[in-house]
């Protein structure tokens, strides 16, 4: 069975630092690993997904990477900002489904 | 109204009331999503619907009945509920259902139920 954990859980950074968030799973026969941004009771914004065949990705300020074989993500923010301040979860999908598993999240503060 | 959008934004509802939340995507996907988010846990996924059939059921209770008209709109009818089944609801949609679609959420309701 798929677990996803995330860690930090909570994680509190003065503006301008880079920072990386940490995703683990327990199968790693996945298709894809996606993270997620949730601003305060709001619903969930898709930041980057990563194939199984791909190692990284990059958006801007926010570059993720995944290795498979030690079933491991990181999220990594350069240069963070207030306006970073969100819950960032990483899902990824059962084998063989597309039921999607996700974190418990990181909550990240960027202090200005 | 572009994205998908979620109403109400916040219900709060006794344990003999019966409610129902609404979902529209206007992405011209084939697959909706119903999920929960609960306090402290992570997101659970409840049911699939992919062109308009009901394709997961992940063991949720009766008192929980999703509807799916079309491929544009996602119902949650909800009747005598607990107040364990207080949470954030989020309705999500993906071009097919597939693994490698990205889903698209709105932005939820909140349920209270007393």
């Known amino acids: 069975k798929q677990e996803v954990t995330q860690i930090p859980a909570a994680l509190s950074v003065p503006e301008g630092e880079n920072l990386v968030l940490n995703c683990s799973f327990t199968?790693?026969?996945?298709?894809?690993l996606q993270w997620f941004r949730q601003d305060p009771g709001k619903g969930l914004t898709s930041l980057l997904l990563?194939?199984?065949?791909?190692r990284e990705q990059t958006s801007g300020r926010l570059n993720a990477s995944l290795d498979k074989s030690s079933g491991r993500s990181t999220l990594y923010i350069a240069a963070s900002q207030p306006g970073d301040s969100a819950t960032y979860l990483c899902?990824?999908?059962?084998?063989?489904?597309?039921?999607?598993?996700f974190g418990t999240g990181t909550r990240l503060k960027v202090l200005a | 109204e572009t994205g998908v959008t979620q109403t109400p934004r916040h219900l709060v509802m006794g344990m003999t009331n019966k409610k129902s939340l609404k979902c529209e995507q206007h992405l011209g996907h084939n697959a909706m999503y119903w999920y929960k988010q609960s306090a402290k846990k992570p997101l659970e996924l409840m049911f699939v619907?992919?062109?308009?059939?009901?394709?997961e059921n992940n063991s949720v209770p009766s008192r929980f009945s999703p509807e799916c008209p079309n491929s544009s709109h996602l119902f949650l009818h909800l009747h005598t509920l607990q107040p364990e089944d207080s949470a954030l609801y989020l309705c999500a949609s993906s071009q097919s259902g597939g693994r490698t679609d990205t889903q698209y959420f709105g932005p939820g309701t909140r349920l209270t139920v007393l």
């Open positions: 619907y992919n062109f308009k059939e009901q394709t």
């Open positions: 899902a990824v999908p059962t084998s063989g489904t597309y039921k999607y598993i």
């Open positions: 199968d790693s026969a996945i298709y894809n």
């Open positions: 990563i194939q199984s065949s791909q």
